[in-house]
């Protein structure tokens, strides 16, 4: 049994100043993780601190990556009326993993990452087989 509730919209703000640059690298084509200037452990997303309490520095993520997974998405989640059913992928570039968008994609695969605008206006990450 159900009863019918009000449909809730919600938007986040999403405080940026410490990752700023990495809000801007997508601007830019670049896509960076943050590597700890003390321990050496790198992060992505990015962090604006190490977990041991480290200073960062940026680092433009440029090499090539493999897909170790992926996923057809076919029920396309509020927000995303205007996609078609699409693809999310996992790529490792070294030492991190990045998820992002992919088109005819298999495990294994080489790509290079790549940042663009979804047809929303909102930056993202995808990836393009090499
Ligand atoms: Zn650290």
Same mark, same amino acid.
């Given at each position: 049994?159900?009863? &019918?509730?009000?449909?809730? @919209?919600?938007?986040?703000?999403?405080? $940026?100043?410490?990752?700023?640059?990495?809000?801007?690298?997508? &601007?830019? *084509?670049?896509?960076?993780?943050? /590597?700890?200037?003390?321990? *050496?452990?790198?992060?992505?997303?990015?962090?604006?601190?190490?977990?041991?309490?480290?200073? @960062?520095?940026? !680092?433009?993520?440029? &090499? &090539?990556? @493999? !897909?170790e997974a +992926? %996923? $057809?998405?076919?029920?396309?989640?509020? *927000?995303?009326?205007?996609?078609?059913?699409? %693809?999310?992928?996992i790529?490792? +570039?070294?030492?991190?993993?990045?998820?992002?968008?992919?088109?005819?994609?298999?495990?294994?695969?080489?790509?290079?990452?790549?940042?663009?605008?979804?047809?929303?206006? /909102?930056?993202?990450?995808?990836?393009? @087989? $090499?």
């Open positions: 049994m159900f009863i &019918e509730s009000r449909e809730l @919209v919600m938007k986040h703000k999403i405080p $940026v100043a410490k990752t700023s640059k990495y809000w801007q690298g997508l &601007e830019e *084509g670049k896509v960076y993780k943050t /590597v700890c200037r003390n321990c *050496g452990r790198a992060h992505y997303p990015p962090r604006a601190e190490c977990l041991c309490g480290g200073e @960062v520095k940026w !680092v433009e993520i440029d &090499e &090539e990556g @493999v !897909v +992926f %996923t $057809v998405v076919y029920a396309i989640p509020r *927000g995303f009326e205007w996609s078609k059913p699409y %693809t999310i992928a790529a490792r +570039f070294g030492d991190i993993r990045v998820m992002g968008w992919a088109e005819n994609v298999k495990v294994g695969d080489k790509v290079a990452i790549k940042t663009g605008k979804d047809e929303s206006g /909102v930056w993202k990450v995808y990836f393009e @087989v $090499v």
